[in-house]
T-cell receptor, first 113, second 120 residues
Framework: ETGVTQSPTHLIKTRGQQVTLRCSSQ?????VSWYQQALGQGPQFIFQ???????GRGNFPPRFSGLQFPNYSSELNVNALELDDSALYLC????????????FGPGTRLTVT | AQSVTQLDSHVSVSEGTPVLLRCNYS??????LFWYVQHPNKGLQLLLK??????LVKGINGFEAEFKKSETSFHLTKPSAHMSDAAEYFC??????????????????FGQGTILTVHP
C-alpha cells in the first residue's frame, strides 16, 4: 500500500510569484485535505477536496486554490505569494469525507523571500 | 466551534520513566479525537484515535489515551519513554461541518503541539 506522497520537498519563491504543490493520495482514498503549518505552530486547515470538488474551506484567502483529479491526486496553488506564506504545506488523505482519520504526507517546505 | 488546548508546550522526561501529555478539547458534539506525532522535518503520523467506542484507546509504540467526557480531556500516556519517542505531539479533534452551500466535510483542528524531550 502506497502512502501519501508530495512534491517537491522544498521550494524557494519570490514574493508575488505563484506556486503549485502536488499530492498523491493513499491508495483507496478519495478525499484530500491541505494544511499549512507555520514554524512552531500546529497545522491549519486550508481546504478539502472530495470527488474533484472543494467541499470545505478554512480561513484562507481566495489566492489559495486547489484541484483534485479523477485519480484523487491533488494540487494546491498559491498566487501572489507573501512572506507569511512561508511554511510547511501538508497534504492528507482519507477513505472518504467525514470525521475519519487522515493520513499525512511528508510535506513541502515553501520559503518565500 | 471546536478547539483543542494542549496544556504543556514542552515536556521533558528521562528514558524509562512515564510520559503524560495533556489535552483538553471543546466540541459542540461528540467528537472524534486523535493524537499525531511529528518527528523533525517529517510529516504527521497517526498514533491513535477515539471514535466513541472504548474510552481507553491503545495506539502504536506503546502509547494510549483515555477519553474523559466529564473532564473534556484526552491525555496521552506511555508507561516507559524511549529515546525514539522524542518528537512533537499534536492532539486533534475532528468535527462534522456543513458549509453554507450545503456541502459537508470532516474538519481537523490541531492543538499547538507538545514537544517531548527524552533524556538518557
Amino acid at each position: 500500500e502506497t502512502g501519501v506522497t508530495q512534491s517537491p520537498t522544498h521550494l524557494i519563491k519570490t514574493r508575488g510569484q505563484q506556486v503549485t504543490l502536488r499530492c498523491s493520495s493513499q491508495s483507496g482514498h478519495n478525499t484530500v485535505s491541505w494544511y499549512q503549518q507555520a514554524l512552531g505552530q500546529g497545522p491549519q486547515f486550508i481546504f478539502q477536496y472530495y470527488r474533484e470538488e472543494e467541499n470545505g474551506r478554512g480561513n484562507f484567502p481566495p489566492r489559495f486554490s486547489g484541484l483534485q483529479f479523477p485519480n484523487y491526486s491533488s494540487e494546491l496553488n498559491v498566487n501572489a505569494l507573501e512572506l507569511d506564506d512561508s511554511a510547511l504545506y501538508l497534504c492528507a488523505s482519507s477513505e472518504r469525507t467525514g470525521v475519519y482519520e487522515q493520513y499525512f504526507g511528508p510535506g513541502t517546505r515553501l520559503t518565500v523571500t | 466551534a471546536q478547539s483543542v488546548t494542549q496544556l504543556d508546550s514542552h515536556v521533558s522526561v528521562s528514558e524509562g520513566t512515564p510520559v503524560l501529555l495533556r489535552c483538553n478539547y471543546s466540541s459542540s458534539y461528540s467528537p472524534s479525537l486523535f493524537w499525531y506525532v511529528q518527528h523533525p522535518n517529517k510529516g504527521l503520523q497517526l498514533l491513535l484515535k477515539y471514535t466513541s467506542a472504548a474510552t481507553l484507546v491503545k495506539g502504536i509504540n506503546g502509547f494510549e489515551a483515555e477519553f474523559k467526557k466529564s473532564e473534556t480531556s484526552f491525555h496521552l500516556t506511555k508507561p516507559s519513554a524511549h529515546m525514539s519517542d522524542a518528537a512533537e505531539y499534536f492532539c486533534v479533534v475532528s468535527e462534522w461541518r456543513v458549509e453554507v452551500g450545503g456541502t459537508s466535510y470532516g474538519k481537523l483542528t490541531f492543538g499547538q503541539g507538545t514537544i517531548l524531550t527524552v533524556h538518557p
